[in-house]
């Protein structure tokens, strides 16, 4: 585990902190103090003879997360781990019980380790206990939900609303609210005025906005180690708390010799800068499915494409995966809520192309059920292909590898659409399955890769986890009934597994 490098009272010798604007110096006037890391002999004495992190004589506010879903945890356990005190919060009282007790109730690598080392340290709690959070914290910042509104485009803030009255109504002292959850722009202002109206009169409590942007899988890693902080205040006061809130993110930093750049920004810029880099995340994964499409009619392959044009820096390499489509708890429904408040602020035309980015993308879901029908000899009719009496080896049900989160997940959308063509799904998942269980019902779920594969008339491997892109051909054909493959993942090399008597098939090749 990378984090291992890494003590933060290392980081305490290491770094020396400017206080310089981030509005006119980004890198925080840490240019010339760019520390080195220890050697091996030092970095052990350094670990011996420093006080931990939480007697720091910097200022350290103390700092509560509202909400403890994949966000508002990752945060609460690597704000602990960075040296500062934290609390989390939910309403889910099974929840956290389950993290008092050191068990993360999710599954994303490196946080079960980061959980029981801060709880031991005594930095971090979870609470049900409004009361005590408002009382404990200096900084609270929001992680609630924002899903998309039932039969609507736009983002539900009811989360946030509960969230923020409910604290506003506990507090007796001036702190800062800041907001994490990705949100439609105006969304920090509405959030002031409801603290205006709900916190006891001539507190002065802030509102300020500071966008996350850590991927699930590598989360631990995006929050201690992030390429970039932004935040938004209204405020010298609030700016400088701010400051010292991520002054561990930058004090790791510099004893690793890296640069995190800090934008320090207007509430209206910040909230757009999560669902702006969304969007623009989710166009490039569209726009390789679209070129995915053309492969396919011109006889091209989508995969040597992708790489040919990601040699061009402008346009990088990263999120040129053609597939099944993006999904998850975020792009999705993050792109539908930018083009309604698009829509709302009078700018919806300059938007339109998101909805077809988000068709482009559901569109991925027919193609690949054609695909498999098209692998397994049965023809569509106008509803659709028939697949009863074809048991299909169905590998994956999250919406992407190292996670049990099955939100929007394209792969379990597929393998409901090829049950209800009657088709024997067969799923199996690492660490999904629990999940998805609960989600699609009608599914069968199995616990091993070979119970799934056993006499399969076609495998559909749709989720790249390790497991599933080391799958040796050979061995895999001894255990199906049929050779035949749907690469969703675009992971193994086609001329392999032909080579090896299956029918193959990718997407976009
Ligand atoms: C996404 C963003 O990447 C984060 O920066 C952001 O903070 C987060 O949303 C959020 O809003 O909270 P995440 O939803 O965890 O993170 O997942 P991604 O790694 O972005 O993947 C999203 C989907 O795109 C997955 O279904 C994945 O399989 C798919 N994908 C990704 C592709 O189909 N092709 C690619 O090349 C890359």
């Known amino acids: 585990m990378r984090e291992a490098e890494y003590t933060t009272a290392q980081a305490k010798v290491a770094f020396t902190y400017n206080s310089r604007s981030p509005r006119t110096d980004p890198t925080h006037g840490r240019r010339p103090h760019r520390a080195r890391l220890p050697n091996e002999q030092t970095r052990h004495q350094m670990v011996n003879a420093i006080q931990p992190p939480s007697q720091n004589t910097t200022t350290r506010p103390r700092i509560s997360f ?19 005190e934290v609390v989390g919060f939910d309403v889910d009282a099974a929840k956290i019980e389950s993290f008092n007790t050191g068990v993360l109730p999710m599954h994303e690598p490196g946080l ?23 009382d404990f914290a200096d900084v609270h910042f929001i992680c609630v939900g924002t899903p998309q509104r039932k039969g609507e485009h736009g983002a539900d803030l009811s989360y946030i609303e509960t969230a923020v009255v409910n604290l506003s109504k506990h507090l007796s002292r ?4 800041v907001g994490k959850s990705t949100v439609p722009v105006g969304t920090a202002q509405w959030v002031q005025e409801l603290v205006d109206r709900h916190a ?9 906005w500071s966008p ?14 992030p390429n970039r902080i932004v935040y938004a205040s209204q405020s010298e006061w609030a700016s400088q708390l701010l400051k010292d809130v991520h002054r561990g993110i930058l004090e790791l930093a510099a004893v690793e010799d890296r640069e995190v750049p800090v934008v320090e920004t207007d509430l209206a810029t910040a909230e757009l800068v999560k669902v702006a880099a969304n969007a623009f995340l989710a166009t490039k994964i569209s726009f390789i499915n679209a070129m995915a499409d053309l492969s396919e009619a011109a006889g091209a392959d989508v995969v040597d494409l ?29 792109i539908r809520a930018l083009s309604a408040r698009a829509g709302e602020l009078g700018v919806g035309e300059s938007f339109r192309f998101l909805d077809e980015v988000d068709s482009v993308n559901t569109r991925r879901r027919t193609h690949t059920v054609r695909a498999v029908a098209d692998l397994a000899g049965r023809t569509s009719g106008p509803n659709g292909p028939d697949l009863s009496g074809v048991r299909i080896a169905y590998l994956g049900a999250t919406f992407k590898p190292d996670t049990d989160d099955i939100r929007d997940s394209p792969a379990l959308d597929i393998a409901r659409r090829l049950r209800s063509a009657r088709a024997d799904v067969v799923v199996y998942d690492p660490e999904g399955l629990e999940n998805a269980k609960a989600y699609a019902p009608e599914l069968s779920f199995v616990k091993t890769l070979a119970e799934a594969v056993a006499d399969a008339d076609v495998v559909c491997a749709m989720v790249p986890w390790e497991e ?10 001894r255990q199906v009934a049929e050779r035949r493959i749907l690469d969703g993942m675009n992971a193994f090399d086609p001329e392999q597994w032909r080579k090896h008597g299956w029918s193959y098939q990718g997407i976009g090749r």
Request: charged letters at 25%; one cysteine or more.
């Open 174 to 177: 001036k702190v800062l609210i």
């Open 468 to 477: 599933f892109r080391t799958l040796d051909p050979e061995a895999l054909g």
């Open 66 to 84: 509202l909400g403890c879903g994949y966000l508002g945890a990752t945060y609460a356990i690597c704000f602990a781990e960075l040296g500062y």
């Open 200 to 208: 006891p009169e001539g507190l002065g409590v802030e509102v300020g």
């Open 112 to 134: 079960p380790e980061l959980l029981k080392k801060n709880l031991e340290s005594g930095r971090l709690r979870f609470t049900t206990d409004v009361q005590a959070v408002a």
């Open 212 to 225: 996350e942007f850590l991927q699930e899988s590598n989360a631990m890693h995006d929050v201690l180690r």
């Open 306 to 334: 992708a790489r040919a044009i990601g040699y061009d820096q402008r346009i990088g390499n990263r999120f040129l995966r053609a597939g099944i489509g993006f999904g998850g708890g975020c792009l999705p429904k993050d």
